[in-house]
């Protein structure tokens, strides 16, 4: 008997991790992918790899991808880790957490992102966080996508922690600096890193202050990722 089951096609994921001046990098590589005609069914990141995952999935093309890097080289213009160092400090003694204000990296995001919310995106998409009060991951997958894409990228002492739903949010590559592959996703994985010496990463020096929570940091199987 003939099997009129039809097979779904594989779903194709651009998975971007964090690493900071990594994702300049990111950049080049999209726009190898997408000059080569590959192109993601949906976007998944963490860290700075959040900021480049929201704008693919805004607007998957090679005009996202030069926009992006139109974002990256606008970084230092928009002031967003600029400042001098007494102005730092005193940040940092009025905070008692970071030394840089996150208004010019949103108002960059504002600029650049051309929709409010997840669910608006031209492509599924999902960013990685942790959260402090659990001591965990949290993946966004709807909701305020600036705000989401902040708290994924808020890096410990330099950025604060992102309040959102009554929870506080860091950087998401204390808990998944490279996403992995979620169960019920694409079943293939292809490897895409800069060329050079390969280097091993060191773990983030607040990751001892979100060990000390309950249960210390924990890596959970996130949720299945749907197209």
């Known amino acids: 008997m003939e099997d009129s089951r039809t097979a779904r096609p594989p779903i194709r994921a651009f998975v971007l991790g964090g690493g900071?001046?990594?994702?300049?990098?990111?950049?080049?590589?999209?726009?190898?992918?997408?000059?080569?005609?590959?192109?993601?069914?949906?976007?998944?990141g963490t860290s700075v790899g959040a900021i480049n995952g929201a704008a693919v999935a805004a607007d998957p093309s090679r005009a996202s991808v030069a926009r992006l890097a139109d974002l990256w080289t606008g970084l230092g213009r928009a002031g967003v880790f600029s400042g001098s160092l007494l102005g730092r400090?005193?940040?940092?003694?009025?905070?008692?957490?970071?030394?840089?204000?996150?208004?010019?990296?949103r108002d960059l995001l504002c600029t650049h992102l051309p929709v409010t919310r997840i669910e608006a995106l031209a492509l599924p998409f999902q960013c990685v966080a942790a959260r402090i009060e659990q001591a965990a991951e949290h993946w966004f997958t709807?909701?305020?996508?600036?705000?989401?894409?902040?708290?994924?990228?808020?890096?410990?002492?330099?950025l604060p922690p992102v309040r959102l739903d009554g929870g506080h949010y860091v950087d998401g590559g204390?808990?998944?600096?490279?996403?992995?592959?979620?169960?019920?996703?694409?079943?293939?994985?292809?490897?895409?890193?800069?060329?050079?010496?390969?280097?091993?990463?060191?773990p983030h020096p607040a990751a001892g202050a979100l060990a000390g929570g309950p249960g210390g940091v924990r890596d959970r199987p996130q949720a299945p990722l749907r197209p």
């Open 20 to 44: 900071g001046a990594l994702g300049a990098y990111e950049v080049g590589m999209l726009k190898a992918l997408f000059a080569a005609g590959v192109h993601p069914d949906l976007v998944v």
């Open 89 to 105: 400090l005193g940040t940092a003694v009025r905070s008692g957490t970071h030394l840089y204000h996150p208004a010019p990296l």
């Open 142 to 158: 709807a909701g305020p996508l600036v705000d989401a894409v902040l708290a994924s990228c808020a890096v410990p002492g330099l």
């Open 174 to 202: 204390l808990v998944q600096q490279h996403p992995r592959r979620p169960r019920g996703g694409p079943r293939r994985e292809r490897g895409l890193r800069p060329p050079g010496r390969p280097r091993r990463a060191s």
